[in-house]
């Protein structure tokens, strides 16, 4: 009876390694075959879904627990990982707004310097919510993220130097209000800084900061860079305001 135990046994691990060896096939297909065209797998997302299920759960739910294990486990961690990332991105932004080609990605991975380190993935966001999931899965699946603004920078502010997502906020270019009891402008970060100050002009206000670049740079790359421009010299630079 023991012997037949062990046999049964050793059958079974037999016959789990050629299962593993199977799939690990299988994905590493589906990994090339991804490399060269994206296949729209949000089709398979129903709108019954519990709430607790995750994105990536919920877009293969079709696949039995144990056969989405088996998947996870046997396909490369860095290559599965990127993949969920990704789609996981384009769910929450729009695949409109999600860029893996290489002229976007060398393009987003690069300031005024023309130099840098190429983005994984470029997303435009298009309100906070949108910014706080993709922040959120960026920190849950360990991936750099870096947001852009207008790429005017000559410090490496917006380069992605470890790779990964870069945000940009181009979407995110309103002025918002003018409050001219306060002195007070709310805007959104990728408002251009020239476009600003005219604005304010307009109703008699006065916003100083004049980077070199300011009919191209945008406010949120300003703040973050503290620019300035030749009326720092009297006024002070962004962090003044």
Not at 49 to 78: K, P, T, Y
Request: aromatic share 8%; with cysteine.
């Amino acid at each position: 009876m023991y012997d037949v135990v062990l046999d049964r046994t050793r059958d079974a691990d037999h016959a789990n390694a050629g299962r593993a060896r199977l799939t690990d096939v299988f994905v590493r297909l589906l990994v090339a075959l991804r490399r060269v065209m994206f296949v729209p797998f949000s089709v398979v997302i129903n709108a019954d879904v519990g709430h607790g299920e995750s994105v990536e759960r919920r877009a293969f739910r079709h696949i039995d627990s144990r056969s989405f294990a088996d998947l996870a486990a046997a396909i490369d961690d860095r290559c599965f990982g990127s993949f969920q990332t990704e789609f996981t991105l384009r769910v929450i932004a729009g695949a409109e707004h999600v860029r893996t080609d290489a002229e976007a990605c060398e393009t987003y991975g690069t300031d005024a310097l023309k130099q840098g380190h190429p983005a994984d993935v470029v997303v435009w966001p298009a309100d906070t919510a949108q910014v706080a999931a993709i922040a959120r899965l960026c920190h849950e699946t360990r991936t750099p993220l870096v947001p852009r603004g207008a790429g005017t920078g000559y410090t490496g502010g917006a380069v992605p130097s470890l790779g990964g997502v870069v945000i940009s906020l181009e979407r995110f270019n309103r002025i918002l209000e003018i409050d001219e009891g306060n002195l007070l402008a709310i805007v959104e970060p990728h408002v251009i800084t020239g476009d600003l100050q005219d604005a304010v002009e307009a109703v008699g206000l006065f916003y100083p900061p004049d980077p070199a670049s300011l009919r191209q740079s945008a406010i949120g790359g300003n703040v973050a860079e503290n620019a300035g421009g030749p009326r720092a010299f009297k006024y002070g630079v962004t962090n003044k305001y």
